[in-house]
C-alpha cells in the first residue's frame, strides 16, 4: 500500500487581493509560506518518496517548504527539482533518469497547472460578481463543463491532469512509493473527482482549503481504499 499527499498550495499574493488567478504565476504570501509551514508540521511522521508539482511558482514554494522543514518527510534525502526528459523549456544537464539514493526528485509539469480563467484572470472576484452577476461567476468557477470566456471548464482541465497521473504518478504509487502532489484547487479537484468517485454535481462542491494535506492509501490496483484531511 502506498500514500497519495495532495496539497493545495499556500495563499499566494492574488488570493489575498481575491483575484482569479489561473495561469498567472504569482508567488506564496507571507500567509502562504506559513501555511506551507504548517503544513509540513503536519505531515511531521509522514515519508515521502518523490513529489509533483505544477509549473507555477506558489505550487513549487509550496511543494519545497512541506519537504524542507521537517527532514523526516524525505528521509534524510535533498529535494531536487528533475526537469523531465521532453520538458523543452529546460537546457539544464539533469534529467528523469539522473536520480540518485540522496535525492529526493521533484518533478514539475504544467499538466497540473491551475485550470486557464481566460479573460478572468486578473480580475477582481467580486467585481466581477457585481458586472456579471453571482449566479454567472458561480457558473464559470465551478461547472463542471462550462468554459468562463476564453478558459477551460473543470472538464478541459481533469482531462489532461488525469492523462498525467495516469501516465507519471500512478506508476509510483503501483510500486509502493509514497507521493506528495502540491498544486492547485482545481487539479487537485480532478484527481480527488476520480478518487472519491464524485459525479460532476458533487465535484463542483468540493472545497479545498490552502495549505491542508490530505492523505489516501492506496491499495495495489491504484484504488483510494481510506482518505485522511490533515487540519488540526
Not at 26 to 43: D, H
Not at 150 to 165: H, N
Request: hydrophobic share 40%; proline share 3%; glycine share 8%.
Amino acid at each position: 500500500m502506498a500514500q497519495l499527499i495532495l496539497v493545495r498550495h499556500g495563499q499566494s499574493l492574488w488570493n489575498a487581493l481575491n483575484k482569479f488567478t489561473g495561469w498567472v504565476d504569482v508567488p506564496l504570501s507571507e500567509r502562504g509560506r506559513a501555511e506551507a509551514t504548517i503544513a509540513s508540521c503536519r505531515l511531521s511522521g509522514y515519508r515521502v518518496n518523490v513529489c509533483f508539482t505544477s509549473k507555477l511558482i506558489r505550487a513549487i514554494e509550496t511543494a519545497t517548504i512541506c519537504l524542507t522543514e521537517h527532514n523526516d518527510i524525505c528521509g534524510g534525502k535533498i529535494p531536487i527539482i528533475k526537469h523531465e526528459e521532453y520538458d523543452q523549456d529546460w537546457n539544464g544537464w539533469d534529467n528523469y533518469d539522473g536520480n540518485t539514493a540522496e535525492e529526493l526528485p521533484i518533478f514539475t509539469n504544467a499538466a497540473l497547472d491551475e485550470r486557464f480563467y481566460g479573460k478572468l484572470q486578473g480580475l477582481n472576484k467580486n467585481e466581477t460578481a457585481l458586472k456579471y452577476g453571482i449566479e454567472k461567476v458561480h457558473e464559470w468557477r465551478r461547472a463542471f463543463s462550462i468554459r468562463p470566456p476564453g478558459g477551460e471548464s473543470l472538464e478541459d482541465t481533469q482531462k489532461r491532469v488525469i492523462a498525467y497521473y495516469k501516465i507519471r504518478i500512478l506508476p509510483h504509487l503501483l510500486q509502493g512509493e509514497n507521493v506528495l502532489i502540491a498544486a492547485h484547487g482545481n487539479s487537485l479537484r480532478s484527481i480527488m473527482m476520480i478518487l472519491d468517485r464524485l459525479s460532476p454535481e458533487e465535484v463542483t462542491v468540493l472545497e479545498l482549503a490552502t495549505g491542508v494535506p490530505i492523505v489516501y492509501d492506496i491499495d495495489i490496483s491504484g484504488k483510494a481504499i481510506s482518505k485522511r484531511i490533515l487540519n488540526d
